[in-house]
T-cell receptor, first 114, second 112 residues
Framework: KAGVTQTPRYLIKTRGQQVTLSCSPI?????VSWYQQTPGQGLQFLFE???????NKGNFPGRFSGRQFSNSRSEMNVSTLELGDSALYLC?????????????FGSGTQLSVL | LAKTTQPISMDSYEGQEVNITCSHN???????ITWYQQFPSQGPRFIIQ???TKVTNEVASLFIPADRKSSTLSLPRVSLSDTAVYYC?????????????FGTGTRLLVSP
C-alpha cells in the first residue's frame, strides 16, 4: 500500500506570495490532518479534514486554509506569506478520526519564505 | 489531556539497548500510550502503542507499569540508523487533534 504522499518536497517563496501544498492520503483513509513543524515551536496542529469537511482547527490565522476533495486528497493554502511561515509542513492520514488511532505521516513539504 | 515528560536527549552506542522513559501522571482510563520516531526532514513514524503491561513488535517494546503513570520505550541493540527524535503521546477516544501534542521529544544519538 502506498504511503502518504506530499508534494512538492521543497518550495521557496517570497514574502507576500501564496502557496498551495498537496497531500494524498493512504488509500481508504478518510481523515487528513495538517501540521506545521519549526525548530522553536515543535509540531503544531493546523486543521483536520474528514469526508471533505473541516472537523478540527488549530490556533493559526485565517491565512492558513485547506480543503479536502471527494477522493480524500487534501490541499493546504497559505496566503500572504510571512518569514515566520518557513517550516516543514506535514500531513497525516488515518482511517477515521485520529486520536487513539495511528497517524501515518508524509515526508512533508519544506517551505522557505525569503 | 495527559501531559507527558521525557528526557530531552540521550546518547548511546551501537549494539546497546536504549530505554526512554515517559511520565504521564494524569493519564485517563481510556488513554493509550503511543510512540513515534522522527528523522530529520521526515514526518513522524508510528513505532508502538500500548495500554498496559508489555507490548512488543519487530521494532521495539513498550513497558507500562500497573499504575500507568509512566512508560518505557525499549529499543534493542540500536544501530546508527536509530538516531532520531522519539515522541511519547498519550491519546484516547476524547483526544481531539487540537490536543495532540508531540512536544519536544527525546533526541537519541547513537554513536559507533
Amino acid at each position: 500500500k502506498a504511503g502518504v504522499t506530499q508534494t512538492p518536497r521543497y518550495l521557496i517563496k517570497t514574502r507576500g506570495q501564496q502557496v498551495t501544498l498537496s497531500c494524498s492520503p493512504i488509500s481508504g483513509h478518510r481523515s487528513v490532518s495538517w501540521y506545521q513543524q519549526t525548530p522553536g515551536q515543535g509540531l503544531q496542529f493546523l486543521f483536520e479534514y474528514f469526508s471533505e469537511t473541516q472537523r478540527n482547527k488549530g490556533n493559526f490565522p485565517g491565512r492558513f486554509s485547506g480543503r479536502q476533495f471527494s477522493n480524500s486528497r487534501s490541499e493546504m493554502n497559505v496566503s500572504t506569506l510571512e518569514l515566520g511561515d518557513s517550516a516543514l509542513y506535514l500531513c497525516a492520514s488515518s482511517l477515521e478520526r485520529g486520536g487513539e488511532e495511528k497517524l501515518f505521516f508524509g515526508s512533508g513539504t519544506q517551505l522557505s519564505v525569503l | 489531556l495527559a501531559k507527558t515528560t521525557q528526557p530531552i536527549s540521550m546518547d548511546s552506542y551501537e549494539g546497546q539497548e536504549v530505554n526512554i522513559t515517559c511520565s504521564h501522571n494524569n493519564i485517563a482510563t481510556n488513554d493509550y500510550i503511543t510512540w513515534y520516531q522522527q528523522f530529520p526532514s521526515q514526518g513522524p513514524r508510528f513505532i508502538i502503542q500500548g495500554y498496559k503491561t508489555k507490548v512488543t513488535n519487530e521494532v521495539a517494546s513498550l513497558f507500562i507499569p500497573a499504575d500507568r503513570k509512566s512508560s518505557t520505550l525499549s529499543l534493542p541493540r540500536v544501530s546508527l540508523s536509530d538516531t532520531a527524535v522519539y515522541y511519547c503521546l498519550v491519546v484516547g477516544p476524547n483526544t481531539g487533534f487540537q490536543k495532540l501534542v508531540f512536544g519536544t521529544g527525546t533526541r537519541l544519538l547513537v554513536s559507533p
